[in-house]
């Protein structure tokens, strides 16, 4: 799997953005969000019962994103019309509103996140800073979702470019202001 310090490899991928008629796809690159930091998640596959939930709960949470310049983007190695097909038939999904990329398998393996059996994409999440660089990567088996909570709080402990503790949270202090303290 691509770790923190490489590069994000460049892509461009058809995305499900819209349930409007003639509006549904677009295409997504690396370039797409200049100056912002990203926030890739992929999980396995289009109708599953894990899947949505995550998928809600990083929708839910798009402002806490918006609010730390960071947008996200969510996908699997399903394609853009399984994606747009799931969104028309589950309830919870037809309101999203960011962007379910098609990880295609030259962006997936580029990336990393292949199940080595399964052949689908692994419930993976990168932080991506502006200048494209992984700063946080990981993977959870097909079974278990993960905390989006948790994402958020890595971010912002990677914004404040400062040495974080364990189960820090955003308004603590750093352990680079507690050694100012005492240094």
């Known amino acids: 799997m691509i770790s923190p310090g490489s590069q994000l490899p460049e892509f461009a991928v ?6 409007e008629k003639g509006k549904e796809f677009e295409t997504i690159s690396s370039k797409s969000y200049p100056g912002k930091w990203l926030v890739i998640y992929s999980y396995p596959k289009d109708f599953t019962f894990v899947c949505p939930t995550e998928i809600v709960d ?3 949470k ?3 994103f918006a609010d730390r310049d960071a947008v996200v983007l969510g996908g699997s190695t399903d394609n853009e019309h399984s994606h747009l097909a799931w969104r028309q ?15 295609s ?8 996140i292949v199940h080595p059996t399964a052949g689908v994409a692994l419930r993976a999440t990168l932080i991506v800073d502006p200048q494209g660089v992984v700063r946080f990567a990981s993977a959870n088996d097909l079974n ?3 905390n989006v909570d948790e994402v ?3 971010l912002d ?9 364990c189960n820090w949270k955003k308004g603590e202090e750093t352990l680079t202001q507690q050694m100012k303290k005492t240094g």
Do not use: I, M, W, Y
Request: proline fraction near 8%; include cysteine.
């Open 152 to 154: 958020l709080r890595v």
């Open 62 to 64: 798009l402002g806490d």
């Open 89 to 103: 038939n589950h309830a919870d999904l037809k309101g999203l509103k960011h962007p379910l990329l098609f990880f």
């Open 157 to 165: 402990g990677l914004q404040t470019d400062e040495l974080c503790p």
């Open 144 to 146: 278990v979702g993960r």
């Open 105 to 112: 398998p030259a962006f997936a393996q580029a990336l990393g």
């Open 14 to 19: 058809p995305a499900v953005v819209s349930l």
């Open 58 to 60: 990083f929708d839910k």
